[in-house]
């Protein structure tokens, strides 16, 4: 609040007295003498506030520029990487409300399946709709049709960009044979992307919640984690049965996170594509995009960018997770106004210099 008044006094009165004392023909413009005292005793103030905020910024740098471990100097200046961890909450003064807000049970974390926790080849799922398109007699979707259906439910591609049905049994017939086909030439095969398993042991050593979604059928879904060796880890999954649009609607992240029995923006979406960055933004959440199948530039929407899951720490997911929310007492911050007082006395004016800043 301090550091507010100084800022405003100081820096603000300056440029808007600076703009107020001249004309546009760069003359000087007379002042009462009564608003030149105000001013000048403005400024005074100004300069008092400013060296209190001062020391007290080197006071509270001296008494916490040692760490209690290693008794080394600690630098706390803005910009500096590592960033510091905002997830303690001080002015929470209950023992044990201070402890959950520092562990890791206040965030939860949303994984998609292909292309983030195994290895997922585009051509598969682009060969078995060419398939399909061949099995109907329809004529095959152009690429850039195909890479509008990714993250989306078959139905909902069927239906809305492919337009070949919008009967529902139709659109059920196809949409299981066009899985058959994308299974088939999956192979039943899945593998690991380097650092997925080892980040999802990070995570469930530390106890965080974790979730999974995915547009393919719960029964294809549960067993591919059954052979990779991972079931039971996920808190949640949510499959294709569980939502009724797929991305870029956020339905399926919204419904996990209220699965998880967590408000959404402390939820962390883990995605590998622009549409999932909008879907989890759209839903209020924070994305990290895996760089698997799309270069890191064009992911630069998303909250953090990395090539591998293994790159990012607790820390890390604590910042990204680190919202002002009334959940936790936070008020809103006062905003300050500047008066601006009409001179009510022009007939007894002083000629003031700009030298006088």
Not at 51 to 68: A, L, M, P, Q, T
Not at 229 to 243: H, L, Q, S
Request: with cysteine; net charge negative; glycine share 6%.
């Amino acid at each position: 609040m301090i550091e507010s008044v100084g800022a405003i006094s100081l820096l603000g009165y300056s440029p808007i007295l600076g703009h107020c004392l001249k004309d546009c023909s760069f003359n000087r413009v007379a002042m009462s003498p009564n608003r030149l005292h105000r001013v000048r005793s403005n400024r005074a103030r100004a300069m008092e506030l400013t060296k209190e905020v001062y020391n007290f910024k080197e006071e509270d740098r001296s008494s916490k520029g040692f760490d209690s471990e290693s008794d080394s100097v600690v630098d706390r200046k803005p910009g500096l990487w590592p960033p510091n961890n905002k997830a303690d909450n001080p002015s929470l003064h209950n023992p044990l409300l201070r402890q959950e807000r520092m562990g890791c049970g206040w965030l939860g974390a949303v994984f998609e399946w292909e292309g983030v926790i195994v290895e997922d080849n585009p051509d598969h799922e682009k060969q078995a709709w060419l398939t399909l398109a061949q099995e109907e007699g329809k004529s095959p979707p152009p690429s850039f049709m195909l890479r509008r259906v990714e993250g989306m439910k078959n139905e909902q591609a069927i239906s809305e960009v492919l337009c070949w049905s919008r009967d529902p049994s139709q659109l059920k017939r196809m949409s299981l044979r066009k899985e058959q086909i994308y299974q088939a030439l999956q192979g039943g095969v899945y593998r690991f992307r380097d650092g997925s398993k080892e980040f999802i042991n990070v995570l469930t050593r530390y106890n965080i919640p974790m979730a999974l979604v995915s547009t393919q059928p719960r029964k294809n879904l549960e067993e591919a984690i059954v052979s990779i060796g991972i079931n039971g880890v996920f808190n949640v999954v949510v499959t294709a049965e569980d939502v009724y649009r797929g991305k870029p609607d956020p339905e399926m992240f919204a419904y996990a996170a209220q699965l998880l029995q967590f408000i959404p923006e402390r939820c962390i979406v883990f995605g590998n594509s622009n549409l999932t960055v909008e879907a989890a933004h759209e839903a209020r959440m924070k994305c990290v995009a895996v760089a698997s199948k799309h270069p890191v530039y064009e992911l630069s929407a998303a909250d953090l960018v990395v090539r591998w899951l293994d790159e990012l720490s607790i820390v890390d997911l604590k910042n990204l997770a680190d919202v002002e929310s009334s959940e936790f007492g936070a008020e809103p911050e006062v905003e300050m106004e500047l008066e601006v007082e009409d001179d009510a006395h022009a007939s007894s004016r002083v000629a003031i210099d700009d030298d006088f800043w």
